[in-house]
């Protein structure tokens, strides 16, 4: 599975838009970028996951560039309850769950 | 609301001893992992079954570690002896069939004196 570069930490105000970084630059033509989060003390938790082609769900949004090198997990309106840590992890798709490969991901704050 | 329940939430044991941890899988999912989280190395995969048949348990230290599914509604993971080192968080997560997404457990926070 390709390699992925967050930032170590990111601050946001409540109620903006928090914009989350992933750089995949060695991803291949079959492997999907996902994204899950894990709140203090808690398991991880999906978020999100895609191809190429920007997806959307009720809790965030995924930008792919088009040389699908980078990503970027968008939450609309941060709230207090978003503050996690948030990791990007790039696999291959077989159709089942498979390994998650975890990084050391983006601690985001977010602030009042 | 359907999860993954682990038990115990908690275990503080001595060195030496047996420890058993227990993992109900979300019902109809025929995937089952085991992580495990520390400060220092993050979250590591340890093992994983699909259709209670384990696919790799290559992270997991064969020596005194050893992971099972006795029936599709039961995942455990035994360490025998327990040394301070096995001191961490172990998450089991489950996926359904047909679907790529992992749903995690609470975990269990062990730590051996």
């Known amino acids: 599975d390709a390699k992925t570069t967050q930032p170590p930490s990111m601050d946001c105000a409540e109620g903006r838009a928090a914009n989350l970084p992933c750089n995949h630059s060695?991803?291949?033509?079959?492997?999907?970028v996902y994204w899950y989060r894990q709140i203090h003390s808690q398991g991880p938790q999906y978020i999100i996951h895609?191809?190429?082609n920007n997806e959307t769900n009720e809790m965030a949004s995924l930008i792919i560039t088009e040389d699908r090198k980078s990503s970027t997990l968008i939450l609309p309106h941060a709230t207090l309850r978003d503050t996690a840590v948030y990791y990007c992890i790039v696999r291959s798709n077989t159709g089942t769950a498979s390994k998650l490969t975890f990084g050391t991901g983006t601690r985001l704050q977010v602030t009042l | 609301d359907a999860r993954v329940t682990q038990t115990p939430r908690h275990k503080v044991t001595e060195m030496g001893q047996e420890v058993t941890m227990r993992c109900q899988p979300i019902l109809g999912h025929n995937t089952v992992f085991w992580y495990r989280q520390t400060m220092m190395q993050g979250l590591e995969l340890l093992a994983y079954f699909r259709n209670r048949a384990p696919l790799d348990d290559s992270g997991m230290p064969k020596d005194r570690f050893s992971a099972e599914m006795p029936d599709a509604t039961l995942a455990t993971l035994k360490i025998q002896p327990s040394e301070p080192r096995d001191s961490a968080v172990y998450f089991c997560?489950?996926?359904?069939?047909?679907?790529?997404?992992?749903?995690f457990g609470q975990g269990t926070r062990l730590t051996v004196v």
């Open positions: 895609g191809l190429k």
């Open positions: 997560a489950s996926g359904p069939p047909m679907n790529t997404e992992a749903f």
């Open positions: 060695t991803i291949s033509g079959n492997e999907y």
